[in-house]
């Protein structure tokens, strides 16, 4: 079975500061891993994903992940926050059944 | 290249009703899966469809159904509605590997009354 726990549900940073958002996800086997973004009344975006090619994962917008398998994390960081980034970032992961397992989400607010 | 369409956008239906949503993927997927997101259950996963058939299932009771025809569209219904299945619909679609990106809609949002 495969789960992700999101720390913090809601998250409020400065603009300009480091973002940090965390998961942690608990699989019996190797998990393909992923982080989204949603915004008010949308879809679900794909910022960046972690199969297993390389534990620093670059995404779109400035965010990057490090998957760590002795810690069972995969946080995912921006050195700076744009206030175009306040939305709800959703970890997943899945085993390669092609169906997803979200996160409760984290909610972040950025202050100008 | 055209993303993956759901409609109707909203829907409002009275208990009891049955609904029907639509997906269409990106050309080329194969795989669509269907998720509920609410503000208290989160993301949820509701099934899968490849190359017609379900795949996948999460654990939902009989009344949420699927069906996948052979262009890739898929549609969703939902009988004997209740207050509980007010949320946002979303489908995805995807090559058909794990390891591969979904591509989400925007989503249909489904209100009970």
């Known amino acids: 079975a495969q789960s992700v726990t999101q720390l913090g549900s809601h998250v409020s940073v400065s603009e300009g500061a480091l973002v940090l958002l965390r998961c942690n996800y608990s699989?019996?086997?190797?998990?393909?891993l992923f982080w989204y973004v949603q915004y008010p009344n949308q879809g679900l975006q794909l910022l960046l994903k972690?199969?297993?090619?390389?534990?620093l994962v670059k995404g779109i917008n400035g965010f990057e992940a490090e998957f760590k398998k002795s810690e069972t994390s995969f946080h995912l960081t921006k050195p700076s926050a744009h206030m175009s980034d306040a939305a709800e970032y959703f970890c997943a992961v899945t085993t390669g059944a092609n169906n997803l397992f979200f996160g409760t989400g984290t909610r972040l607010t950025v202050i100008p | 290249k055209a993303g993956v369409t759901q409609t109707p956008r909203y829907l409002i239906k009275t208990r009891g009703q049955q609904v029907t949503l639509s997906c269409s993927p990106i050309?080329?997927?194969?795989?669509v899966s269907w998720y509920q997101q609410t503000p208290g259950q989160g993301l949820q996963f509701l099934f899968e469809y490849f190359s017609e058939t379900q795949r996948n299932k999460g654990n939902f009771p009989g009344r949420f159904s699927g069906r996948q025809f052979s262009n890739s569209r898929s549609e969703m219904n939902v009988s004997t509605l209740e207050l509980g299945d007010s949320a946002l619909y979303l489908c995805?679609?995807?090559?058909?590997?794990?390891?591969?990106?979904?591509?989400f809609g925007q989503g249909t949002r489904l209100t009970v009354v």
């Open positions: 050309s080329g997927h194969r795989s």
């Open positions: 995805a679609s995807s090559q058909g590997t794990g390891e591969t990106e979904a591509f």
């Open positions: 699989s019996s086997v190797p998990p393909y």
């Open positions: 972690y199969t297993s090619a390389a534990t």
